[in-house]
């Protein structure tokens, strides 16, 4: 817990980063909270906790690719060999995972000090009065939010995490166990979300700051993982609690009430310029060019997933399983059989959404016509093939497309919480509870929505049908929202997620390690373990900085 222990000012904070650990000595060129009063500190406090939401690398990256895509059947690792960041390679197989990767423990430690910017600030903004600060109400919302945001992220790759917020006495933070049980870790977040949703406004006058409505998308989100009870050895057992559920409906009731709805175009999410802050972006992060800085406000999490034709460096590629799960019968997915002959882009008929997803031989990239994708462009197509990643990515012709040597990064922004995963959430509660011909519209919205071909006039193998009520038996209506989750947000970091929280990874991954690795022969290599691999271990250097208080994950010791 060593990264709690001291508050920094904003104008250093950045330059934490470069150790993963802080030392038990009083720090030159830090302030104490006493001595942070003026509501112009304040705001800079609450700025530093925000800026936390770029400060990660592009080996420790908070859209967490490594861990919700490749960890899943949706995406290779990439680059030039499985020794190019072998730690994602490991990852990617689930073998050979050892407890001491720096990759992990990086972001360990880049989630803790965003966590401790907050709680720095929440423990100021708690001293004050409404009368002093006018904005101190909707600021501690924000920073609950954050900080529910960053225990999310931990709580999805770690699985069991030490959880510190702004009213511990600072001797008590090193003993601080990471052994709360999973029903209990879920009801932390739920409650600093919950928090952040009765302080925060409707909306805000400045864009990307959180409001009471992404507060709402996070507790429906947060309440859908706790519907699905975990026991100590990462087994879902009985049937997702009712109660739970209901929160889910609660909240993404307010979500679909709100201002926020669906896009006319799936593409509008994932472009660049006024595009940006849309209809269905409830909350994302905010990147910059021309700001001042060295390089500006850059997406560092996905610099790596540029085609090689483009720049660098060929990772997060879509996987053949994945693109083939694209394929369509009469407009509907074939759940069963889809997965048996690879996309021929000749003959076969597919999802719209596709071409929004993947980068396809002979297609134009990113919409532009003028700039086809060709099979050149990948760095080592016989070991992770010819497709490559298109939501985080951007037409290089655009200003916001930026050369850091040897990479080349981009400004456009990162969705957090999309209006679309909103609606999934609520109709895979109403699936759970019984009520799915009430889950079926939501769906068919979606499908409805991805019939618009504004930006891919040139595909013209496109079919895509809506749900009937025919047939919508609950089973059915389970199969659909789960497949829908998968096309809908394919390579937006939730797949390896949601595998856990249904408790079919073990199946699902085991399956596709047969059946991919005949594509891909280091697949063959790859065996996931239940009771182990559902989460990653508890880096080996955070276990030693707390002298064991912290406990090893299931199956890693």
């Known amino acids: 817990m060593k990264a709690f222990k001291y508050f920094t000012s904003l104008v250093i904070a950045t330059s934490l980063l470069g150790s993963c650990t802080f030392l038990d000595y009083d720090p030159q060129g830090v302030v104490n909270?006493?001595?942070?009063?003026?509501?112009?500190?304040?705001?800079?406090?609450?700025?530093?906790?925000y800026a936390s939401l770029g400060n990660d690398h592009y080996d420790k990256p908070f859209s967490l690719w490594p861990y919700g895509n490749v960890r899943s059947d949706d995406a290779y690792k990439g680059g030039n060999d499985q020794a190019d960041i072998a730690a994602f390679h490991f990852y990617e197989i689930s073998e050979n995972v050892r407890t001491d990767f720096g990759e992990a423990d990086g972001l360990w430690f880049y989630m803790f000090e965003a966590i401790s910017r907050t709680n720095s600030a929440l423990s100021v903004l708690k001293s004050m009065n409404e009368s002093d600060f006018k904005n101190r109400n909707s600021r501690m919302g924000e920073m609950y939010f954050l900080r529910g945001h960053f225990y999310y992220m931990l709580k999805l790759v770690f699985g069991h995490i030490p959880f510190v917020d702004e009213d511990l006495p600072l001797d008590?933070?090193?003993?601080?166990?990471?052994?709360?049980p999973n029903d209990e870790q879920w009801a932390w977040i739920c409650r600093d979300f919950q928090q952040a949703y009765d302080l925060l406004p409707e909306s805000q006058n400045e864009i990307g700051r959180a409001n009471k409505i992404a507060a709402a998308a996070y507790l429906s989100k947060a309440y859908l993982f706790k519907a699905f009870?975990?026991?100590?050895?990462?087994?879902?057992?009985g049937e997702p609690n009712s109660d739970d559920l209901n929160n889910v409906l609660k909240y993404s009731e307010v979500v679909m009430n709100s201002t926020y709805g669906l896009e006319p175009d799936f593409a509008n999410n994932f472009l660049p310029g006024t595009f940006q802050n849309g209809k269905e972006s409830i909350f994302a992060i905010q990147y910059s060019t021309d700001d001042g800085t060295m390089f500006g406000r850059l997406n560092w999490s996905d610099v790596l997933s540029v085609p090689m034709g483009l720049g660098c460096c060929d990772f997060h590629k879509p996987s053949q399983n994945l693109v083939n799960a694209f394929k369509t019968v009469n407009g509907l997915p074939d759940f069963n059989n889809f997965d048996l002959i690879d996309y021929n882009a000749t003959f076969d008929v597919v999802d719209p959404r596709l071409y929004h997803t993947v980068a396809l031989p002979g297609v134009p990239y990113k919409y532009n016509e003028e700039l086809i994708y060709e099979e050149s462009w990948n760095r080592t197509p016989t070991v992770y093939g010819y497709y490559a990643s298109l939501k985080e990515n951007v037409d290089p012709s655009c200003d916001c497309f930026k050369n850091v040597s040897p990479f080349y990064a981009n400004s456009k922004n990162r969705i957090v919480l999309r209006y679309a995963d909103i609606m999934l959430v609520r109709a895979e509660a109403l699936i759970e509870l019984g009520r799915e011909n009430e889950a079926r519209p939501l769906i068919n919205r979606l499908r409805e929505?991805?019939?618009?071909?504004?930006?891919?006039?040139?595909?013209?193998?496109?079919?895509?049908?809506?749900?009937?009520?025919?047939?919508?038996?609950?089973?059915?209506?389970?199969?659909?929202?789960?497949?829908?989750?998968?096309?809908?947000?394919?390579?937006?970091?939730?797949?390896?997620f949601d595998l856990v929280r249904w408790g079919i990874a073990t199946d699902v991954l085991n399956s596709y390690f047969n059946t991919e690795g005949e594509r891909r022969y280091y697949l063959k290599e790859g065996i996931f373990d239940k009771n182990k691999d559902e989460y990653i271990p508890i880096p080996q250097q955070q276990i030693n900085f707390t002298e064991g208080i912290y406990q090893q994950n299931p199956g890693w010791n």
């Open 33 to 49: 909270e006493d001595q942070v009063k003026d509501p112009s500190q304040v705001e800079a406090l609450c700025t530093a906790a």
């Open 229 to 237: 009870r975990q026991d100590e050895m990462n087994n879902v057992i």
């Open 172 to 180: 008590e933070y090193d003993f601080v166990s990471n052994t709360l």
């Open 449 to 496: 929505r991805a019939q618009s071909n504004v930006f891919i006039p040139y595909a013209n193998n496109l079919s895509i049908a809506t749900y009937s009520a025919a047939g919508w038996t609950r089973e059915y209506a389970r199969e659909a929202v789960r497949w829908e989750r998968r096309l809908e947000l394919a390579m937006e970091g939730h797949r390896f």
